[in-house]
Each structure stands twice: as structure tokens, then as C-alpha cells.
């Protein structure tokens, strides 16, 4: 419980960092710890929630995209003439909801994803112009890496039809890899963020302070939890379901202004005590 408590004073506790700071390193990055994993699995599974979702999900999306396309007996049906290129932008947006951030893949090019069935196989030689991915007619060439994988091995089955309904069931029935796939994926990003942040609060608080006689570490023990917002801020985005990027923003600004207060007690409690001591 002693987590929760660190958690809830860290943001409304103005006197809580009087104490945090004495805290050993071992105790503030078990805090840390402990906060990536909640809110990774927050983020997580809220986002494989929206990932497999009937309504708000990928199905139609991925439906759209591959649509008129099935692996049948694993080899890869398609009723359009081979060679096309699937839209870059389209594929973008699946890119997007397979990573769980919004924008993070900004832009494919439409040569990026090949579907490519001739027989014999066209040999692509790497370069920009050259596709990124190839679906052939047994297996899933990726051009740069010069690797083929067959369909059986990437998709776990050896027949799929990409219809909106044929993959909603698909991802229904694999729900505990699509959680794992998420899970993964937030704590590899929330670690970077959080280490980020970190750095970043204490950073920008040591350059503005006008008392850095306490050291670089003074402040950076005071953003270890100042970050909370930020952190948990984010999770609970992810679990509504809503998609704007300026809440990060904002709850970066709130981690900042919790940071700048406790740096201003601090400064008062050090003030308070010379005086104290002045007048003894």
C-alpha cells in the first residue's frame, strides 16, 4: 500500500518531497519500477481492448486494406491481377494501431507492401525504390532483410480470409497475444518515457535554479516522483479510448508545476532553518 500512498502524495502532497528526497536509490527506483508496470499494464490492455473491439477496432481497417485476399491451404488468393501496391497512407494507419500510438508512422510510401503472386517469384533487389515487404504466394518476403517467412508461421493458422468478420474472429480468438503484444510494446515506450521525463524535469529545474549547492542528484530525486502525472496521466488515456496527443503535453506541465513547487518548499524549509539558526 505504501506504492499507492507514494503515488496519490506525489501529486497532491506539497509536503511529501520533504521526505522523498532522504528516500535511498534503491527505494526511489523501486518506485519507478513499479509505477512503469502498473501503468504499462494499463496502457496495455486497455489498448488491445480498442485493438480487438467489434466497433472500435481493426478489423474493418484491415478488412479494407487486404480486402479480396485470402490464405487458403497456405498459399496467399488474391482476385487482382499481381503485381499492386496496397495505399502507403492506409497501411500507415494499420501501422499505427498495431504500435498503439497515434502518428507513429507518419508516412508509408505506396511501394512499401507488395502483393506479388506470379510464378515463378520476381526477385527484388534492395534499394529505395524497391518494395519493403513482398506477400507471395507461400510466404511473406522482407525485401531489405532478405527473410521469408511462410504464412503459416506469421499468421498461426493456414487459412485466413480477409474479410472484417473472418479477421474479428481471428483477433478474438488470439486476445491473450494481442494483450502481450501491447504490454510489451508499453513497456519498452514507457520506459523511455519515463527516463525522459525524468532527465528532462531535472535538467530544466538545475539550469533555473538559482541554489544548485544540493547537487544535480537533489533534483533528480525530486523528479523520479514528480513524474507521476505524466505517467499515469497517460495510462488513463489509454484506457478511455480517446486519441489526442496535447495530453501529454498537458500532463507534462502539471509534472513540471509539481516539480517547481517542491523545489519552492524545499526553498522555504532551507530559508526557515537559517533563520532559525541566525537567531540561536
Known amino acids: 500500500m505504501s506504492f499507492f500512498s507514494d503515488l496519490h502524495r506525489s501529486i497532491f502532497d506539497a509536503h511529501f518531497y520533504r521526505e522523498a528526497i532522504g528516500r535511498s536509490r534503491g527505494r526511489i527506483v523501486l518506485f519507478m519500477v513499479k509505477l512503469l508496470i502498473l501503468t504499462s499494464l494499463v496502457t496495455g490492455l486497455a489498448k488491445a481492448y480498442y485493438f480487438v473491439h467489434s466497433e472500435r477496432g481493426v478489423a474493418a ?11 487458403r491451404d497456405g498459399h496467399l488468393l488474391t482476385d487482382r491481377e499481381p503485381p499492386y501496391a496496397i495505399s502507403g497512407d492506409a497501411l500507415a494507419a494499420l501501422m499505427d494501431r498495431l504500435a498503439g500510438y497515434q502518428r507513429f508512422f507518419d508516412r508509408l510510401p505506396d511501394n512499401f507492401l507488395v502483393v506479388d503472386t506470379r510464378t515463378p517469384p520476381e526477385s527484388y533487389a534492395i534499394g529505395p525504390s524497391a518494395p519493403a515487404i513482398v506477400l507471395k504466394t507461400t510466404t511473406v518476403e522482407f525485401v531489405n532483410m532478405r527473410v521469408e ?6 499468421i498461426g493458422k493456414t487459412n485466413l480470409k480477409f474479410t472484417a468478420s473472418a479477421i ?46 544540493n547537487g544535480y542528484g537533489y533534483y533528480l530525486r525530486i523528479a523520479c516522483y514528480s513524474i507521476t502525472p505524466v505517467t499515469l496521466g497517460t495510462a488513463l488515456v489509454s484506457l478511455s479510448g480517446v486519441s489526442a496527443e496535447w495530453t501529454w ?32
Not at 61 to 71: H, I, N, R, T, Y
Not at 191 to 206: N, P, Q, R, T
Open 61 to 71: 481497417l484491415a478488412g479494407a486494406l487486404f480486402g479480396g485476399m485470402e490464405v
Open 149 to 154: 517467412v511462410p504464412y503459416e508461421a506469421l
Open 168 to 213: 474479428q474472429n481471428y483477433l478474438n480468438a488470439n486476445r491473450g497475444y494481442v494483450a502481450a503484444h501491447f504490454v510489451i510494446i508499453s513497456l519498452f515506450l514507457g520506459s523511455f518515457s519515463i527516463a525522459l521525463c525524468a532527465v528532462f524535469l531535472s535538467l530544466a529545474a538545475y539550469v533555473f535554479s538559482t541554489d544548485r549547492s
Open 249 to 280: 503535453h498537458v500532463f507534462v506541465i502539471i509534472s513540471t508545476i509539481l516539480m517547481f513547487r517542491a523545489m519552492a518548499n524545499g526553498t522555504l524549509d532551507k530559508t526557515s532553518g537559517e533563520k532559525s539558526e541566525a537567531q540561536l
